[in-house]
């Protein structure tokens, strides 16, 4: 159970209210031009905006104050759970007639992305699994297969809605999160091969995925219709030069940079910014995720320890594919940025990982460094 004594992390929250201050100023720059172009007001997405941080921030919260090392007990069943989200995901979608891509849920008023809770229930379980099973993890039947198995099933539900993008992020982040654990490579290598494969095969045999390969090597080819995009956020970039042209001051973000504030709210910040407000801000990303590292390396268990990794990489993980997206440096995908994209899953998401890495900070052992951790022990 949690000491009395113990308090949470304060440079971990100090630097989440900082973020999330950051995100509320950016995004309302971000979204206020577009908002008045649709609804003629330009207050609609910061509001909600607004409501998701509250909402988030109390889920956030109820996370902080119980027992993280309660969610090893019920790891499985949440997999399960998050599997049945997914199906019913497809499903809905289907008994619909609709064939795009079917990533959302309705539940009451409530609308969210079973992915995003795939992604949280993966993270959990991972780390339980090896939690429980630290002697038979050099085991193929007993130490690898079932937890590659439960991997396998939720990545193939999140390729069926389709949302490749999600499903590489995910895969690779629970991959690293088993090799950080004690997973053997040697049984890692042909699963990593036969998800290349896998990958290859759905480019080649999807036009749209192909096309946007395309473009991503070549963006100047075509750049009123695939590589437009793109190609708008590299003029949002430039435009900022080193300084910024002042917050509120951008440019392509009226009407000229498709979702900039959702996927391309980096590029904003970049406008408006410049290179130092985007150096600045990805350094406090960096800053966040070695504090969360910092805090898992304090765990009092291998759970703890996992979860804590887990958990920060998950958050930086988006931090790198969103900006390397903005910047040309992967293919346009659809994640979100951290903290400033508009979106009410993610947002809730990250609440609760900040929940769960400050629960663990309240339960850290003392200044001796643990002997039995997965990492950052002596």
Known sequence: MIEKHQKVDSTYLILTIVMLGIGFIVQYSASSFLATAKYNNPNVYIIAHLKRMIFGAVIGIGFMFFNYQWLKKIAFWLTILSMLFLVAVVVYYKAKGISEAARWLSIGPFRFQPSEF????????????????????????????????????????????????????????????????????????????????????????????????????NPEQDIQHAGYQLH??????????????????????????????????????????????????????????????????????????????????SMFCYVLANIGVVCGVFPVTGLPLPFLSYGGSTMIFNFICIGILLNISRQALPLKKPTNLVMLNG
């Open 232 to 313: 708008q956020s590299l003029i949002s970039l430039g435009n900022g030069g080193f300084f910024g042209r002042g917050l509120g001051g951008g440019v392509e973000k009226n009407l000229f940079l498709p979702e900039p504030h959702t996927d391309f709210v980096f590029a904003v910040v970049g406008e408006e910014l410049g290179f130092i407000g985007a150096l600045v801000l990805l350094i406090l990303f960096l800053v966040m995720f070695f504090q969360g590292l910092r805090i898992a390396g304090k765990a009092p268990d291998v759970f703890g320890n996992l979860l804590g990794i887990g958990l920060s990489m």
């Open 118 to 217: 795939t992604k949280l229930a993966l993270i959990i379980y991972i780390a339980s699994f090896i939690d429980r099973h630290q002697k038979e993890l050099h085991d193929f039947k007993q130490g690898f297969l079932p937890v590659t198995g439960v991997l396998g099933v939720s990545l193939l539900l999140i390729v069926i809605e389709p949302n490749y993008s999600t499903t590489a992020v995910v895969g690779s982040l629970c991959l690293m999160l088993m090799v950080i654990g004690g997973t053997r490579l040697l049984f890692l290598t042909p699963l990593f091969a036969v998800c290349v494969i896998a990958s290859v095969y759905i480019i080649i045999h999807s036009p749209y995925k192909l096309q946007r390969f395309f473009t991503f090597l």
